[in-house]
């Protein structure tokens, strides 16, 4: 059994890393975040110790160390895109290893500083990059490696998930802490896109608002068009007339990707990859790091080349 701390326990996202603990056979320690809704933390570890001042939370981990013989092996951090590479940082220091979120960090620059921590810390850091582990998305990528090699497959991708007013009032709505609308809803699909297709050749923005962004990828072995958005507004009307609020689609060819079903364990396969010793380390986020980052620095170029239907 090993011994975990989360950080940011009051996110979205963190119920999905308790699971994953708690699938594997594992235990959570202590939990950190600044806002105390943190109820759901009972359904999986209601032992654990929460702490809603990191200070506190930092000195109650020095104080299992010294005090009870009692060392963390994993920190998980869910905490806001901008604060990450500080947590990464916190939790090698520790003596733990890192298991992060996506993005690892906003810019490519701080990759390289964290490999430079891995090194001095003897420590490692993993990157949830659970579309990897998804059934449909390796059977993609086995196609596509079986292809010919210089195939270019032309692929559409459409992701809307519509976000209230909130959204914008948050973190997430401050593009120097969640990167942009590209980096925070985006940023794994880019990931799976780079692993199945190979390198980019070519990064184009058509459109980047607060609330959509639209541009074309080429890679090694594809044409993307793509079209992010979290707006209610641009939801198909038979998306809206069922009263979902939220349309994923990606055709390969015309054809269309059915990976709708399969999310809810995802957290808990990379987890199990991970103690197995097979994680995504630091490298593996390197590729998604710098197309979002590009994206977030290009100058939209408006309805111009090859750029999404949805635009029209």
């Known amino acids: 059994m090993k011994n975990f701390a989360l950080i940011g326990a009051a996110g979205y996202i963190a119920?999905?890393?308790?699971?994953?603990?708690?699938?594997?056979?594992?235990?959570?320690?202590?939990?950190?975040?600044?806002?105390?809704?943190?109820?759901?933390?009972?359904?999986?570890f209601p032992n654990a110790d929460f702490f809603v001042e990191f200070e506190r939370f930092d000195r109650h981990i020095e104080k299992l160390k010294y005090e009870k013989d009692t060392y963390l092996d994993y920190v998980s951090i869910c905490s806001p895109n901008y604060l990450h590479d500080a947590h990464i940082r916190f939790a090698l220091r520790?003596?733990?290893?890192?298991?992060?979120?996506?993005?690892?960090?906003?810019?490519?620059?701080?990759?390289?500083?964290?490999?430079?921590?891995?090194?001095?810390?003897?420590?490692?850091?993993?990157?949830?990059l659970q579309l990897r582990v998804h059934p449909s998305i390796i059977a993609l990528r086995e196609k596509v490696k079986n292809a010919k090699k210089d195939t270019k497959f032309?692929?559409?991708?459409?992701?809307?998930?519509?976000?209230?007013?909130?959204?914008?009032?948050?973190?997430?709505?401050?593009?120097?802490?969640?990167?942009?609308?590209?980096?925070?809803?985006?940023?794994?699909?880019y990931d799976m896109l780079s692993w199945i297709f190979g390198d980019v050749q070519q990064n184009i923005v058509h459109v980047h608002e607060n609330d959509r962004a639209a541009g074309y990828l080429e890679f090694e072995n594809a044409r993307v068009k793509w079209f992010l958005s979290i707006s209610s507004k641009y939801l198909p009307k038979e998306i809206k007339e069922k009263g979902q609020t939220t349309f994923r689609s990606i055709t390969i060819n015309g054809e269309e990707l059915?990976?709708?079903?399969?999310?809810?364990?995802?957290?808990?396969m990379v987890y199990k990859d991970i103690l197995a010793g097979k994680g995504y380390g630091v490298d593996a986020a390197r590729t998604a790091i710098?197309?979002?980052?590009?994206?977030?620095?290009?100058?939209?170029?408006?309805?111009?080349?090859?750029?999404?239907s949805f635009l029209k």
């Open 290 to 308: 710098e197309i979002v980052h590009d994206i977030r620095n290009s100058k939209p170029v408006g309805l111009k080349g090859e750029y999404h």
């Open 15 to 44: 119920p999905r890393h308790m699971k994953a603990i708690k699938d594997t056979g594992n235990n959570l320690l202590t939990a950190f975040d600044k806002g105390d809704s943190v109820g759901v933390i009972d359904s999986y």
């Open 94 to 128: 520790s003596g733990a290893d890192a298991i992060c979120e996506k993005p690892l960090v906003l810019n490519p620059w701080n990759v390289d500083k964290l490999q430079h921590v891995e090194e001095k810390t003897g420590k490692k850091i993993y990157n949830i």
């Open 258 to 268: 059915e990976f709708s079903g399969g999310f809810t364990d995802l957290h808990t």
């Open 154 to 189: 032309e692929v559409d991708l459409t992701y809307l998930t519509s976000r209230g007013h909130w959204y914008h009032t948050s973190w997430k709505g401050d593009k120097t802490k969640s990167g942009g609308i590209a980096t925070n809803i985006g940023v794994h699909f």
